[in-house]
């Protein structure tokens, strides 16, 4: 008598592409979880159309299982706070005062100037930009947040001044949401049945890449925001050097949990398909340190990436990567670690 494994992802065939429907080329086969321990061997497809280049998991698991994929997510652990110096605070302030308009008025004038240093520091600029999602100050905006784990970015929009909500599918990230005093659901984005033209902005960061049915969900995006109103949406980039310097082994694929590995050309077209018309697309260095340091030590044949000791100077070729990826970005646009799309209704 056979029997189900209780930790076994059940899987189902996938080998045409969700963009455009073109009958997907084997990339690579047999991959692990090398991050998180989730269960099996997974083979990733490609779309060998030049105009979309979407990569995919085939076979695909079942939504019934995914959530086995998720048991040790980091999620559901509390990172150690970060402590930063008052003068990389100082200088952030300012920054995001100039920039995006947050607390200007209370801001002084040098502090903004510092701030503008930021513009010849490549990866500063990155991470201030990206902790606001490049999303300007609206006094008492609605900000919906879909995918936001455990809330630690929703927070940082709440202390600034927006009216936040999150959701997430992940019970136990939401329970840790809601301890922080956020007001989080349980769920699709489809499900919550928000009213049309509700929303200010909206963010996903690092989710759509886990989603089922994007075009839906961008879909429902475009119909809770307000006429002039945007989404900005952050994902990994299938096109990324990193992805080209370490191919199978690269840290953005996270087979099983990385269902549709997005280039910036699959990215607009879906995004155009949901209703939005007007699109900003980049690609940038954000999170390229991180994925560079983690890809060498899978490459490395290492059991378990967060398991692993992290020498300085493995940093430290990490951050030069960096650095080379933002230099190549100047030449060739779209080969950054993360693709950011701004999309308006």
């Not at 840790?176 to 989080?184: D, E, F, N, P, Y």
Request: charged share 25%.
């Amino acid at each position: 008598m056979s029997y189900q494994n209780n930790n076994e992802i059940r899987s189902s065939p996938c080998p045409k592409c969700y963009v455009c429907g073109t009958l997907g080329e084997s990339l690579y086969v047999n991959l692990k979880d090398r991050l998180f321990g989730a269960a099996g061997n997974w083979n990733l497809k490609k779309c060998p159309n030049r105009e979309c280049g979407l990569v995919w998991l085939d076979p695909m698991p079942l939504k019934e299982d995914i959530i086995k994929a998720y048991e040790n997510y980091f999620t559901h652990n509390e990172a150690a706070k970060t402590s930063y110096s008052r003068e990389y605070l100082m200088v952030k302030e300012g920054f995001l005062a100039y920039r995006y308009g947050y607390r200007r008025g209370s801001v002084s004038n040098w502090k903004k100037l510092f701030g503008l240093l930021v513009y010849f520091h490549p990866r500063l600029r990155a991470d201030f930009d990206a902790s606001v999602m490049f999303v300007h100050a609206e006094p008492k905006g609605r900000l919906l947040d879909v995918g936001c784990g455990s809330g630690s970015l929703l927070q940082t929009f709440a202390n600034i001044g927006w009216q936040t909500v999150g959701i997430d599918f992940d019970p136990v990230a939401v329970e840790r949401a809601r301890s922080k005093g956020l007001q989080v659901r349980c769920g699709s984005l489809e499900g919550q049945e928000f009213p049309a033209n509700y929303f200010d902005v909206i963010i996903m960061s690092h989710i759509i890449e886990h989603v089922y049915d994007p075009l839906e969900q961008l879909r429902e995006c475009y119909r809770i925001l307000k006429p002039g109103k945007y989404m900005v949406l952050v994902t990994p980039n299938i096109n990324a050097l990193s992805h080209r310097r370490f191919k199978e082994a690269c840290r953005l694929l996270e087979p099983p949990r990385h269902l549709h590995i997005f280039s910036p050309q699959a990215l607009r077209c879906l995004s155009e398909k949901a209703g939005f018309q007007r699109l900003k697309l980049i690609t940038t260095i954000h999170k390229a340190h991180n994925i560079y340091l983690s890809s060498r030590i899978i490459q490395r044949s290492e059991h378990n990436v967060f398991s692993s000791t992290r020498k300085c100077n493995l940093h430290r070729w990490a951050r030069f990567m960096q650095l080379i990826e933002w230099m190549i970005l100047r030449l060739k646009p779209d080969v950054g670690t993360e693709i950011t799309l701004i999309g308006y209704k």
